[in-house]
């Protein structure tokens, strides 16, 4: 009996990207994870990098082949600047990188999988660091917009999905505050402007997508980790970091892309302690009137908080922390080998928060999932990975999703991270989160239990 159903043609979809899956294998440039492994690899779990990755770039008909066993209908990853592009200044197309993307977007339609296509997951060209400092300058700006112009004409006649950026907050978080990702800056206030930057990048996308692709069908969104921040408790210092927060993590892209301009509360507080972006009157009315078509929500676990505990003159250069310090709940459930609180209720607030603050926009969830250590551990007899604990997870998850939908939020697809086990940012291998299994020693894929589990959920929309 189906108990938890979805809307009719909700889509059941998998999540990867461009640099954790293709490998590098003629590749042009490096981006910053390349170069970052190139330079310091103990960085990297076991010292493995992006260079083989999962081998998409040899193997994708393979995976996708897969893929479509596990019931994805359709596949989210992105295309690698550094791959496509020869010259960033001109944008001039990589011959190779051309034939690549037309190729996998071609065997993507021969096995019925709807491409989603993001223009930016993490990989800024190392290159546009070194000359320009990445996203703190305008410049680069300008040149992810003709890049992005050149895949909506390569790629436009088959496409109908786009998404500007993947998560732009772990781009200001990871290379910029909190030194998880290089070049490890930490600046608040160069972050504060990189998270403008990307705004205004990803408006400027939007206008040019609307000039370009212009079929009913197609559509351009941007990705966004949008972890609601709870209030450890209801004293009003702790009250007051979690609307904070909120504001600082979640409405710092949400309004500016949905809404078309930034939160009051948030450019009072960032003046008022002398930090607020370099904006012109023209950037800001480009924001203004090119909001995104959707959203990509990516979920994993919540964002609790509770009142600072450092004063804020203690911090120079200014951070965000002087408004709100992380909090773990006791008694929280957790998954223990990626250090994350699980929560599946959050589904519901953030579909609730969508439909109420944001116009009841078309979202979809565009990763959600459960990495897990050692699943060598959970092989059986005919060498299947026994995954219970990620059915689990996606059946809590879903469940608090449906009942966001049943209440009208406008949710049309759930995308699980991830399609195969992947290459991840710093924790390389160590985490799986696929459908299905890669040895990453011999490259053999194989569908987990949960592979057979997602396309049983797909044919009958709902488990
Ligand atoms: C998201 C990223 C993904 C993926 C995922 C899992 O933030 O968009 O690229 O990596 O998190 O996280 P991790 O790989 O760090 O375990």
């Given at each position: 009996m189906t108990m938890v159903e979805f809307p009719e043609g909700f889509v059941w979809g998998a999540a990867t990207s461009g640099p954790q899956t293709e490998?590098?294998?003629?590749?042009?440039h490096q981006n910053v994870f390349d170069y970052w492994f190139a330079t310091?690899?103990?960085?990297?779990d076991a010292g493995v990098?992006?260079?083989?990755?999962?081998?998409f770039y040899n193997d994708y008909d393979h995976d996708l082949a897969l893929m479509a066993q596990a019931g994805v209908q359709g596949l989210r990853t992105s295309i690698q600047w550094t791959r496509l592009?020869?010259?960033?200044?001109?944008?001039?197309?990589?011959a190779d990188g051309v034939a690549f993307y037309n190729h996998v977007i071609d065997s993507m339609l021969a096995h019925h999988i709807t491409p989603y296509i993001n223009l930016h997951h993490f990989d800024l060209p190392v290159a546009l660091y070194d000359k320009y400092h990445g996203w703190e300058s305008k410049h680069v700006v300008e040149l992810f917009v003709k890049f992005a112009e050149q895949c909506f004409k390569l790629f436009g006649d088959r496409v109908d999905h786009w998404y500007t950026f993947n998560e732009p907050k772990v781009v200001v978080d990871g290379q910029y505050l909190y030194g998880w990702h290089y070049p490890q800056v930490i600046n608040g206030p160069k972050a504060v402007q990189v998270a403008y930057n990307m705004n205004l990048a990803s408006a400027k996308t939007v206008a040019r997508f609307h000039e370009l692709c212009v079929r009913p069908e197609q559509q351009i969104g941007i990705i966004l980790n949008l972890t609601p921040a709870y209030a450890a408790s209801d004293d009003p210092a702790d009250l007051a970091a979690a609307e904070f927060a909120e504001l600082w993590s979640n409405n710092l892209f949400l309004d500016p892309a949905v809404l078309g301009h930034f939160p009051e509360k948030l450019v009072e507080r960032l003046t008022m302690d002398g930090v607020l972006w370099d904006a012109t009157p023209t950037e800001l009315a480009i924001i203004a009137a090119n909001p995104v078509d959707c959203l990509g929500v990516n979920y994993y676990h919540p964002f609790r908080v509770q009142r600072p505990d450092i004063s804020p003159k203690s911090l120079q250069p200014w951070m965000p922390d002087i408004y709100f310090k992380e909090y773990d709940m006791p008694g929280r459930m957790m998954n223990v080998d990626r250090g994350w609180e699980i929560y599946p209720q959050a589904m519901t607030d953030i579909a609730r928060n969508i439909q109420k603050n944001y116009g009841n926009i078309p979202w979809m969830i565009s990763e959600n999932g459960m990495g897990v250590a050692?699943?060598?551990?959970?092989?059986d007899k005919q060498g299947v990975v026994q995954d219970d604990y990620r059915i689990d997870f996606m059946k809590e998850h879903l469940t608090a999703l449906a009942k966001g939908i049943a209440a009208g939020s406008n949710c049309q697809g759930y995308f699980v991270w991830s399609g195969i086990d992947c290459w991840s940012w710093n924790h390389a291998y160590h985490n799986r989160y696929g459908l299905i299994r890669n040895d990453i020693h011999t490259q053999t894929k194989t569908l987990k239990k949960s592979a057979k589990w997602f396309a049983e959920l797909g044919e009958r929309n709902g488990f």
């Amino acid at each position: 009996m189906t108990m938890v159903e979805f809307p009719e043609g909700f889509v059941w979809g998998a999540a990867t990207s461009g640099p954790q899956t293709e490998g590098n294998f003629h590749k042009q440039h490096q981006n910053v994870f390349d170069y970052w492994f190139a330079t310091e690899p103990e960085q990297f779990d076991a010292g493995v990098g992006p260079d083989t990755a999962s081998n998409f770039y040899n193997d994708y008909d393979h995976d996708l082949a897969l893929m479509a066993q596990a019931g994805v209908q359709g596949l989210r990853t992105s295309i690698q600047w550094t791959r496509l592009i020869d010259d960033f200044e001109t944008a001039s197309l990589n011959a190779d990188g051309v034939a690549f993307y037309n190729h996998v977007i071609d065997s993507m339609l021969a096995h019925h999988i709807t491409p989603y296509i993001n223009l930016h997951h993490f990989d800024l060209p190392v290159a546009l660091y070194d000359k320009y400092h990445g996203w703190e300058s305008k410049h680069v700006v300008e040149l992810f917009v003709k890049f992005a112009e050149q895949c909506f004409k390569l790629f436009g006649d088959r496409v109908d999905h786009w998404y500007t950026f993947n998560e732009p907050k772990v781009v200001v978080d990871g290379q910029y505050l909190y030194g998880w990702h290089y070049p490890q800056v930490i600046n608040g206030p160069k972050a504060v402007q990189v998270a403008y930057n990307m705004n205004l990048a990803s408006a400027k996308t939007v206008a040019r997508f609307h000039e370009l692709c212009v079929r009913p069908e197609q559509q351009i969104g941007i990705i966004l980790n949008l972890t609601p921040a709870y209030a450890a408790s209801d004293d009003p210092a702790d009250l007051a970091a979690a609307e904070f927060a909120e504001l600082w993590s979640n409405n710092l892209f949400l309004d500016p892309a949905v809404l078309g301009h930034f939160p009051e509360k948030l450019v009072e507080r960032l003046t008022m302690d002398g930090v607020l972006w370099d904006a012109t009157p023209t950037e800001l009315a480009i924001i203004a009137a090119n909001p995104v078509d959707c959203l990509g929500v990516n979920y994993y676990h919540p964002f609790r908080v509770q009142r600072p505990d450092i004063s804020p003159k203690s911090l120079q250069p200014w951070m965000p922390d002087i408004y709100f310090k992380e909090y773990d709940m006791p008694g929280r459930m957790m998954n223990v080998d990626r250090g994350w609180e699980i929560y599946p209720q959050a589904m519901t607030d953030i579909a609730r928060n969508i439909q109420k603050n944001y116009g009841n926009i078309p979202w979809m969830i565009s990763e959600n999932g459960m990495g897990v250590a050692g699943e060598e551990r959970f092989l059986d007899k005919q060498g299947v990975v026994q995954d219970d604990y990620r059915i689990d997870f996606m059946k809590e998850h879903l469940t608090a999703l449906a009942k966001g939908i049943a209440a009208g939020s406008n949710c049309q697809g759930y995308f699980v991270w991830s399609g195969i086990d992947c290459w991840s940012w710093n924790h390389a291998y160590h985490n799986r989160y696929g459908l299905i299994r890669n040895d990453i020693h011999t490259q053999t894929k194989t569908l987990k239990k949960s592979a057979k589990w997602f396309a049983e959920l797909g044919e009958r929309n709902g488990f």
